[in-house]
């Protein structure tokens, strides 16, 4: 179904006029909670948040005055349902974080297929779905930005997390052919490239970060430059900045990148 048949006035209240709609996903943690909790400081946003766990949401929604939605990504039709949800409550939506994400990591042998179709779904299939969903009405109302949070595992491959490198390895480039075929739109696509962030995510990968470099930096930093770089229309950042040189390093020279990368771990 498509959105455009659920832009009908409703019996909500329509939203702010003088305010953009944000819809943010994984909301309800970490850096998305980070992102809801600095739009909600720029007071020119009606929020939307999303996420899966009930008591999270409505947290992340009281503390930030947004409206709770609840819903899975990783089970089909997810992505649509929240969209189609959004959309009743707030008629549009003028700028999509996707944030929502999971990820795995030992041996890619050893990786049970449900954490394969898990890591797949919610970090990349659900996201082209969820721009898929919202783009059309964005290209009608010659307005909007598309917020996606990638990962440096996906500008140089992690060892262990070979599915969740490839997942994010895959957000990235379709935020790249993407941003291509929109050019002359008013609608933008930013890449956030976030390294290592203190957040709940390794405790439920269910293997923690143990190296001792990088350093683990905080979710208020990554939204910091996430919101920095919606005011600015930046097309791909990466936090820390510093990260851009490896990953330049693996684009130009990636025989000496991986050699280097093998010594290091
Ligand atoms: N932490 C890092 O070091 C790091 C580094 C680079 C990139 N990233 C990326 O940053 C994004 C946010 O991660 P985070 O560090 O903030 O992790 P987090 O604290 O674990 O938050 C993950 C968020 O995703 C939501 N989520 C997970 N599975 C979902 C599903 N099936 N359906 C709907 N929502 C789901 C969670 O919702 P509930 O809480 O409601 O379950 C939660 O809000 C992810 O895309 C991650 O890949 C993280």
Redesign the pocket.
Known sequence: MAVSQHAEPTTEPAADPAKGVALV?????????AIARSLADQKRWTLLV????PD??AGIASETGGTPLL?????PG?ARRLVTRAVDEAQHIDLLVA?????WAGPFATMPTSAVD?VLT??LV?VVQLVRMVLPHMLLRRRGHLVL?????GSLGVEGEAV?SAA?AGLGAFADALRYELRGTSVQVTHIV?????????A?RGVP?NRRLPR?IP?ERVARVALRAIDRGSREVFVPRWFRIPAGIRALLPGAYRQLAARLG
């Open positions: 996903t994984g909301a309800s943690s970490g850096i998305g909670a999303a996420g899966r766990d999270r949401v819903g899975d990504l990783a089970v997810g944030s929502a994400g999971v990820g898990d919610v970090d659900a949070i990638g990962s440096i595992a969740y994010k976030p390294g290592v962030v203190d957040t709940p995510f390794f439920r970060y683990p979710p």
